[in-house]
């Protein structure tokens, strides 16, 4: 069985643009999770999508957004890009039902913003 | 306000030895956690969980313990091995949100 598939692994964009970054989750799983990985913040939440609805939403401003669509694909978007963006991204899916929450995690997409 | 903790940043031990990690919690309302390992430039790895009704739950050489009067959870890994050198990140949630709050995680290098 595939695992979560994020695309780009690499990114640049400079400050001021925007980035979409795409996440394909693991055959079967509804829920999408995204998360930024900082030296100085560690991993944190940004939202959460389930049938097409954003279920969760972590503490980040609103230039911060996603989407998914019906086949479970989602993707994040980051506008107006600041220096201080530059993060890992990391996609996460899950199954759901219950109290188990294991999330399956890609490699992430590195985005450098200068 | 850090909900989820890990005090000691890094560990170092002996291969063959126990590998102890641990994170502690303030909210009381997590219901669910998880350990999971990170390599650098890849996604976390899940591990192991623990749900809030029981106390200890093992799988192979890992083994979670959780002690919810102290809010505290350890992983124990027996026996350490070269390939366990990672960043471990413990993690919570609360009424089955796919929503996890994780700790700053600890490196853990495995010595010959």
């Known amino acids: 069985k595939a695992g979560v598939t994020q695309t780009p692994r690499y990114l640049i964009k400079t400050r001021g643009q925007q980035v979409t970054l795409s996440c394909s989750p693991i055959s079967g799983h509804r829920s999408v999770s995204w998360y930024q990985q900082t030296p100085g913040q560690g991993l944190q939440f940004l939202f959460e999508?389930?049938?097409?609805?954003?279920?969760n939403k972590g503490n980040f401003p609103g230039r911060f957004s996603g989407r998914q669509f019906s086949n479970s694909r989602s993707e994040m978007n980051v506008s107006t890009l600041e220096l201080g963006d530059s993060a890992l991204y990391l996609c996460a899916s899950s199954l759901v039902g219950g109290m188990e929450v294991e999330a399956f995690f890609g490699q992430g997409t590195r985005l450098t913003v200068v | 306000d850090q909900q989820v903790k890990q005090n000691s940043p890094s560990l170092s031990v002996q291969e063959g030895r126990i590998s102890i990690l641990n994170c502690d919690y303030t909210?009381?309302?997590?219901?669910?956690f998880l350990w999971y390992k990170k390599y650098p430039a890849e996604g976390p790895t899940f591990l192991i969980s623990?749900?809030?009704?029981?106390d200890k739950n093992e799988d192979g050489r890992f083994t979670v313990f959780l002690n919810k009067s102290a809010k505290h959870l350890s992983l124990h890994i027996v026996p350490s091995q070269p390939g366990d050198s990672a960043v471990y990140f413990c993690?919570?949630?609360?009424?089955?949100?796919?929503?996890?709050?994780f700790g700053q995680g600890t490196r853990l290098t495995i010595n010959p």
């Open positions: 623990i749900s809030s009704i029981k």
């Open positions: 909210n009381s309302m997590f219901d669910y």
């Open positions: 993690a919570a949630s609360f009424q089955g949100a796919q929503k996890l709050v």
């Open positions: 999508y389930f049938s097409e609805t954003q279920r």
